[in-house]
């Protein structure tokens, strides 16, 4: 486009888009700058450019070959990472609502210092929500998600999706009986440093039958049956939740006191011993 007598024109270039995609524009006229921002586009969509240029007496040139771009995906919205309801290991379930992105990029943060796993990470194909991650007890985790193009670009201009959880206490450890009556079981356990309180319950049915609200790791289970044999385990609380049961314990309540007992007969060499069964006996010792 250039005459070799008359150099380029004092504003050469002019852009064109040629994609039609909704927002594109073309430059208002010839410019005299080697670049061109065009705005107020879509997320997530292609956009073409050609570009021509002309001399300093209007010879135009061809346009040049089509180049052509995604711009940034939109990142994703409500990220929440909440702790699993199963409660039979530490796990957290991550969920968001997608805008349109491709592929997605997940990253965690262990203990709320610096990301430093990548969970998943695919420019095509993004995660299904809920995410479910495996996690430790008592500690603070950091999510995040971020959102690639249809170019397989990250999109790191815009802050991504972000959400912070510290899951619940360990497990308690050690479930034992201590004492038991005709009609009570006394159980014990050893504390868990960041329980707050605790939860006992039946290990036929889940069943809560006591919650402790301080850290009181002991319990006294009454109005029981004699002879009978109970079976308990117990959840550590606090803030974040309830964690995993600790093993079931199981312990008998012991028998009644045998009533109206004496002796009934006696010879030069024996005596002869009755009583009563208080009830819920097995066996007897004289």
Not at 234 to 240: C, F, I, S, W
């Amino acid at each position: 486009a250039t005459d070799s007598q008359s150099g380029l024109h004092s504003t050469p270039y002019w852009f064109n888009e040629t994609s039609g995609n909704p927002g594109a524009s073309d430059s208002t006229d010839w410019q005299a700058s080697t670049s061109f921002v065009d705005s107020g586009l879509s997320a997530n969509t292609q956009y073409a450019y050609q570009v021509k240029a002309k001399d300093a007496v209007n010879n135009e040139s061809s346009f040049s070959a089509t180049s052509s771009k995604y711009t940034l995906a939109n990142q994703v919205t409500d990220l929440t990472a909440a702790n699993a309801t199963d409660k039979t290991s530490y796990k957290i379930n991550l969920t968001w609502t997608n805008q349109g992105q491709p592929g997605m990029k997940i990253e965690q943060d262990t203990n709320c210092d610096g990301y430093e796993t990548t969970l998943y990470n695919n420019t095509t194909t993004n995660a299904t929500s809920p995410y479910q991650v495996s996690v430790a007890a008592n500690t603070c985790y950091k999510f995040r998600v971020s959102s690639y193009n249809g170019d397989g670009v990250l999109n790191t201009f815009s802050i991504p999706e972000t959400s912070q959880i510290t899951t619940p206490p360990n497990q308690p450890q050690n479930l034992v009986h201590t004492a038991n009556t005709v009609s009570t079981i006394s159980w014990d356990w050893d504390d868990v440093v960041e329980a707050t309180g605790y939860k006992v319950y039946r290990a036929s049915d889940n069943l809560l039958l006591q919650t402790i609200a301080t850290a009181t790791s002991s319990w006294t289970q009454d109005s029981l049956s004699a002879n009978t044999q109970y079976s308990v385990y117990v959840r550590a609380t606090n803030t974040n939740g309830e964690g995993i049961a600790s093993t079931q314990a199981s312990a008998y309540t012991s028998a009644n006191v045998p009533i109206n007992a004496g002796h009934s007969a006696n010879t030069t060499f024996s005596l002869t011993w009755t009583w009563q069964s208080g009830g819920a006996q097995k066996d007897y010792y004289a």
